[in-house]
């Protein structure tokens, strides 16, 4: 099948999924084409939005070609209903005429446009001249675009691994932009263990921005499993004061009163987990229907980040196979009241804000009394990163000085 008809294949389908047909409408030009394609970027799934979004798409499949850049510009604010939508409109039209090469490559080479619609041009571009991939991902590792930058990534990664025999030098160096400008964990993991054959050690959970050093206390009480929104005297007093670590006159780490009225206390763990997994049952003695709290102080060890403002948009990435609840700066962020069904890293992904000077986290980590083998791990792993997936680089200040006011 030709790409053109591909396109239009793939339209069929989107179009069968929402009970809308292709138009037989000669090409022609539309009026006030914005109007419409608000229609479309408002779809929200529900009949009235739907039906919109359908009388929308029948009146601007017609446009020609070289008005495709009206549709991509159309992401712009779009729900992900109305850019599934926009993408099979964006297909269609550039069937409309001579193939728009230059207008598609024009949108594709402007980084400020929306980041969707231009891996659509990307993939417009390359199904209608496969030999045009290299070029368009010249540059493409520091693209904002992630699925762009996947796919360079993955061309850096198959180049490392043809050069690595007779261009050692030259693979190292491709490796090494991996790591600089990857985003997926996968590949930089990938990257990581191919730099350790070719002799060069780089830590993976540094290189992720994977926090590994946390102050921990437990367990409490989770019987039944029925405790996920019980707070404790921890998460209570953190979301009063900001710190969940009561200290007391002489006393630089009070006890609470944890499980069956036993005193518990905080207690300083690390991970050397190349992914950064922390591992509680150790420091939980393996407690089952339990609860735990992970906490961390840190600052922003680049001032950069704030040069223009004393606030930066982050994400909260947690991977966590139990249940988990995770605030940043008093503020929650990740809720999960699921056990044991999977983990990965960025499993859970919010945004968040850190500001300039100290920042602070709260994990609540949940165990249930599962005792199939397969339901005993008891772990997290958590990071921060930019709006745009590249790791933020912490000081972690606390639990080097536990109990510090």
């Excluded at 939508?85 to 090469?101: S, Y």
């Excluded at 199939?372 to 912490?394: C, H, K, M, N």
Aim: aromatic residues 6%; proline residues 5%; hydrophobic residues 40%.
């Amino acid at each position: 099948m030709n790409p053109s008809r591909f396109r239009r294949a793939a339209l069929l389908v989107l179009m069968s999924a929402t009970g809308t047909t292709l138009s037989s409408t000669p090409v022609q030009a539309v009026d006030q084409p914005e109007a419409l394609l608000r229609s479309i970027a408002k779809a929200d799934g529900s009949a009235g939005s739907d039906d919109a979004a359908s009388r929308a798409i029948k009146e601007l499949e017609v446009i020609p070609s070289d008005q495709i850049a009206v549709v991509l510009n159309g992401f712009d604010e779009a729900s992900e209903r109305g850019r599934n939508w926009l993408r099979g409109l964006a297909a269609d039209v550039a069937d409309n005429g001579d193939f728009p090469k230059q207008e598609l490559s024009s949108f594709f080479a402007d980084r400020a446009g929306d980041k969707d619609a231009r891996y659509v041009a990307y993939q417009l571009l390359v199904q209608h001249d496969p030999a045009s991939k290299a070029e368009l991902l010249a540059n493409a590792e520091s693209d904002p675009s992630l699925p762009v930058r996947f796919l360079k990534i993955q061309m850096l990664l198959d180049d490392a691994a043809r050069l690595k025999d007779d261009q050692p030098d030259k693979a190292k160096s491709e490796l090494q932009r991996v790591v600089k400008h990857g985003r997926s964990a996968k590949q930089l993991e990938q990257a990581v263990d191919r730099l350790k054959e070719l002799g060069v050690d780089v830590d993976l959970a540094d290189a992720l921005g994977l926090i590994t050093d946390w102050l921990v206390i437990g367990p409490f009480d989770n019987t039944d499993s029925q405790q996920f929104e019980t707070a404790y005297t921890p998460e209570q007093r953190y979301l009063e004061s900001g710190s969940p670590i009561q200290t007391l006159p002489g006393e630089a780490n009070a006890s609470e009163k944890g499980k069956a009225g036993q005193a518990v206390q905080w207690q300083q763990i690390g991970s050397d987990d190349k992914l950064g997994m922390v591992d509680l049952n150790a420091p939980m003695a393996n407690a089952k229907d339990a609860v735990a709290y992970a906490f961390c102080r840190f600052t922003v060890s680049n001032d950069a980040d704030f040069s223009n403002a004393n606030v930066l948009p982050a994400e909260a990435r947690l991977g966590c196979i139990n249940a988990n609840q995770v605030w940043v700066n008093g503020k929650p962020v990740i809720s999960n009241n699921v056990y044991h069904s999977g983990t990965r890293i960025d499993q859970y992904v919010s945004p968040c804000e850190l500001q300039a000077g100290e920042n602070t986290v709260l994990i609540k980590v949940l165990q249930n009394a599962q005792t199939e083998s397969w339901a005993q791990d008891y772990e997290f792993q958590f990071r921060l990163t930019r709006r745009d997936g590249s790791p933020i680089e912490v000081t972690v200040v606390e639990p080097s000085t536990i109990g510090r006011d």
